[in-house]
């Protein structure tokens, strides 16, 4: 197989590898290297164009049809080479495009009509020559960096770098950097410069000053062809270079001495405010102000703080002055920068300060040296007994002021303070015992105050400790107990108390007084120990009863108080546990058996009394429901028949003529009603008759009588029920069908059939009932 290199129409013919036979020994020939075939990109046409022509030796013998196969043939991208199948030259179909695909492999097939193969496949190597068609990009359009200030020249400041899709090993992607422009021009128009193959800017002029330029713009190109400005392509980026600030500039103070002036005893406040210059970046630890006192206050008074916002110095009392003591403050003052300062810049003389700060006096209160002050003594001291003098200091030397002293908090009101030199004497007596005493103490309080303007006043405390005296005799507890009436192995325990303290109290003497005689005769004391004794029988019996039996006991102060103490022991009978019987009880608290019984009658009486009052009332009762007129409520019609101005007018008498019952306008003819004629469905109006009276003691006999006479005055009541049963009218007409109301009456004796009057509606079927039932009885 040949391949064909030569420009169309010229083929160059490449044999495939040849199989020869030698001696009857086949041996394979080396096969030839078939060189790579160079297509430059972007080219023009026309398409499609020539590149080689494909032959194998053996189509003179038999036909020969060709193809490739490989990446821009039968793979992606598709179809960018072809062959003709039946002369075997290969076309590229379109521009090529290095910058997509730098080279391509493939592999050219030789097989006969049927498709069997004639040739080994070959590779064809295709390589896409470079053009310059791509400019340099800058990774980035703008650049920062930055850069100190006072930098020396070559220092590094920052890096950029443009890329080129073009071949790097040829001059189409070599990229060199240059710089077009600086903005601004100052100190220098070139303070920078550019490595023209990394990209590196350094410095190249000293004179960086941030307080003059703070930034700088630099316009950089970068062009292809190794730099050629003729040949290659550009491109440029902005690189924006900050100078960043160093500690070269000192603090300095405005000027070289401040005021100011505080009141005494104030602190947490502000007297002077000390302002300063700085270059530097504000609010940087370069620009940042820190202020120290060198001298002028040894007792650290004064402090000065830095307000964030303005940097001014606030010189601050953190420790109140005495106008007394100090009258001014001479202060100095130097400031520095949180950052130290960059080397070789030395502290300016402006850095420092001199503070003159005056003290102003003020009134201020009075004040007791001793705060709390104790004094001790005994109780019971006499009213007017001077205890101490309390007094106060003034520390206004400056000022002639005079003190005056009154009682703030004096609870049991023991004392008296002299208004003017502050001694204290006692206005009452003074009680260890009082409530008004805690552990001994008793605390009152006072007030100083001077005439100042404005006044001023301090208050102290006296504390005064009572010693105690044995002012308080000891009781006896318990004030009553109960014992049996006879001796047994109860006893009553007696207990000595004393307000006072040791060594005026215990160990306590218990002992029976000798008058009366009956007390050591009935009942003996023993002492348990200092504190306690008992309290017992000493005879065989005694009566039941309430005793009030004397106790003399006394306690061991100095000199010793007694006391008789009287408790009141109830004798009773016991049971076999040694506790008092009920009955024991009642008869040991003083009542005898006449009482008891008296008592009990009366509770007997009180329960018959009370016994009798019900009865009475189940009988009143009883009485008052005989007296009522009892109806049958069957018989009651008064709430079922309704009064209406015209008989009718019911849903059931709606299919009747009424006109018949209604009386005419005009009735000539019809004599007018007689006075007292009237309706005797409505209650009469007048007089109501007597009604018998019941005898309020009445007899069995006369039940019968009282009740016929009571049926006798009913009968002859006009107003008494039922008066709804029947009415009277002034005309019912003439010719009417229903007949007369009163007609049924004068004919309820006869044998007439009143069923037609259940046709007539609910209100007749009553009167049907009634006529109907009158005939069956």
Same mark, same amino acid.
């Given at each position: 197989m040949a391949l064909d290199l030569s420009p169309p129409p010229k083929d160059t013919l490449l044999p495939w590898p040849q199989q020869q036979n030698s001696n009857g020994l086949r041996r394979r020939k080396r096969d030839w290297v078939i060189p790579p075939i160079n297509v430059p990109e972007n080219s023009r046409g026309p398409f499609p164009q020539q590149l080689v022509r494909i032959r194998s030796d053996k189509d003179n013998d038999i036909p020969i049809r060709y193809s490739i196969t490989g990446v821009g043939a039968d793979q992606p991208p598709m179809e960018v080479f072809s062959i003709d199948s039946m002369s075997g030259r290969m076309y590229v179909t379109r521009p090529m495009d290095r910058e997509e695909h730098a080279s391509y492999h493939l592999r050219a097939h030789a097989v006969d /009509?049927?498709?069997?193969?004639?040739?080994?496949?070959? !590779?064809?190597?295709?390589?896409v020559i470079d053009m310059n068609d791509n400019r340099p990009?800058?990774?980035?359009?703008?650049?920062?960096? #930055? &850069?100190?200030?006072?930098? =020396?020249?070559? *220092?590094?400041?920052?890096?950029?770098? $443009?890329?080129?899709?073009?071949?790097? *090993?040829?001059?189409?992607? /070599?990229?060199r950097y240059r710089i077009l422009t600086q903005t601004p021009q100052s100190p220098s128009q070139n /303070?920078?410069?550019?490595?023209?193959?990394? @990209?590196?800017? &350094?410095?190249?002029? $000293? @004179?960086? !000053?941030?307080? =003059?330029?703070?930034?700088?713009?630099?316009?950089?190109?970068?062009?292809? /062809?190794?730099?050629?400005?003729?040949?290659?392509?550009?491109? *440029?980026?902005?690189?924006?270079?900050?100078?960043? !600030?160093?500690?070269d500039n000192p603090p300095e103070f405005t000027t070289s001495t401040f005021a100011g002036e505080v009141p005494e005893n104030r602190v947490e406040t502000v007297v002077a405010n000390l302002t300063v210059m700085d270059r530097d970046q504000p609010h940087s630890p370069n620009w940042n102000a820190v202020y120290r006192i060198i001298s002028g206050d040894p007792s650290g008074h004064f402090s000065v703080r830095t307000d964030p916002v303005t940097n001014e110095g606030m010189v601050t009392v953190v420790k109140a002055v005495d106008y007394e003591l100090n009258r001014a403050f001479m202060l100095t003052v130097m400031v520095s920068n949180q950052a130290p300062l960059a080397s070789g810049i030395q502290m300016s003389f402006q850095s420092t300060a001199g503070v003159t700060i005056s003290v102003m006096d003020i009134n201020e209160a009075p004040y007791f040296p001793s705060n709390h002050k104790l004094i001790r003594l005994e109780e019971g001291v006499p009213p007017g007994t001077v205890l101490t003098t309390f007094s106060a200091v003034d520390p206004d030397r400056f000022m002639q002021?005079? &003190?005056?002293? #009154? =009682?703030?908090?004096?609870?049991?009101?023991?004392?008296? %303070?002299?208004? *003017?030199?502050g001694q204290i004497t006692t206005a009452a007596v003074l009680d260890r015992e009082s409530l008004y005493t805690k552990n001994n103490v008793y605390e009152a309080t006072f007030l100083a105050a001077d005439n100042g303007i404005p006044p001023a006043s301090g208050t102290g405390t006296l504390q005064i400790y009572l010693i105690d005296i044995n002012d308080n005799a000891p009781e006896l507890?318990?004030?009553?107990?109960?014992?049996?009436?006879?001796? #047994?192995?109860?006893?009553?325990?007696?207990?000595?108390?004393?307000?006072?303290?040791?060594?005026?109290?215990?160990?306590? %003497?218990?002992?029976?007084?000798?008058?009366?005689?009956? %007390?050591?005769?009935?009942w003996t004391i023993t002492r348990l120990n200092g504190d306690y004794a008992q309290l017992s029988l000493r005879i065989l019996y005694l009566e039941a009863g309430m005793y009030d039996v004397p106790i003399i006991v006394t306690d061991s102060g100095n000199p010793p108080l007694s006391n008789t103490s009287i408790i009141k022991v109830k004798v009773c009978p016991c049971d076999d546990n040694g506790d008092c019987t009920t009955i024991g009880a009642v008869a040991a608290a003083g009542l005898g058996t006449g009482a008891i019984v008296a008592i009990l009658i009366c509770i007997l009486i009180l329960l018959t009394m009370v016994l009798l009052f019900v009865v009475w009332i189940k009988r009143r009762e009883k009485e008052r429901h005989t007296k009522q007129l009892l109806i049958d409520p069957e018989d009651d019609v008064r709430d079922n028949i309704l009064k209406y101005d015209e008989e009718g007018g019911g849903e059931e008498d709606q299919d009747y003529d009424l006109s018949q019952l209604q009386q005419p306008e005009a009735m000539g003819h019809v004599p007018s009603k007689a006075p007292g004629v009237r309706r005797v469905d409505e209650r009469p109006v007048g007089a109501e008759p007597q009604y018998p009276v019941r005898p309020v003691v009445p007899h069995p006999g006369d039940i019968g009588e009282f009740i016929n006479e009571g049926l006798r005055a009913a009968d002859n009541d006009p107003t008494a029920p039922p008066y709804d049963s029947l009415l009277v009218f002034d005309y019912e007409g003439s010719g009417s069908t229903a007949g007369s109301v009163s007609s049924l009456n004068s004919s309820s004796s006869g044998d007439q059939d009143y069923d037609y009057l259940n046709d007539w509606g609910p209100r007749f079927k009553k009167l049907a009932d009634m006529y109907g039932g009158g005939e069956e009885d």
């Open positions: /009509m049927n498709g069997n193969k004639v040739e080994n496949p070959i !590779d064809l190597y295709i390589y990009e800058f990774i980035n359009q703008v650049y920062n960096g #930055s &850069v100190d200030e006072g930098s =020396k020249p070559g *220092t590094y400041v920052m890096t950029v770098t $443009a890329n080129d899709a073009d071949d790097g *090993t040829t001059a189409n992607g /070599m990229v /303070m920078f410069t550019i490595n023209s193959e990394t @990209g590196d800017i &350094v410095t190249v002029a $000293a @004179g960086l !000053d941030r307080e =003059k330029v703070q930034q700088y713009t630099v316009i950089v190109q970068a062009t292809d /062809m190794e730099g050629n400005l003729n040949y290659g392509l550009s491109n *440029t980026a902005t690189a924006i270079i900050t100078v960043t !600030d160093v500690n002021q005079a &003190v005056r002293y #009154s =009682k703030l908090s004096d609870p049991a009101n023991w004392l008296h %303070v002299n208004t *003017t030199n507890l318990p004030k009553e107990a109960q014992i049996c009436e006879k001796p #047994s192995l109860n006893a009553i325990n007696i207990t000595a108390a004393d307000a006072d303290v040791d060594p005026n109290i215990g160990p306590y %003497v218990f002992e029976l007084p000798f008058v009366p005689a009956a %007390v050591r005769k009935n």
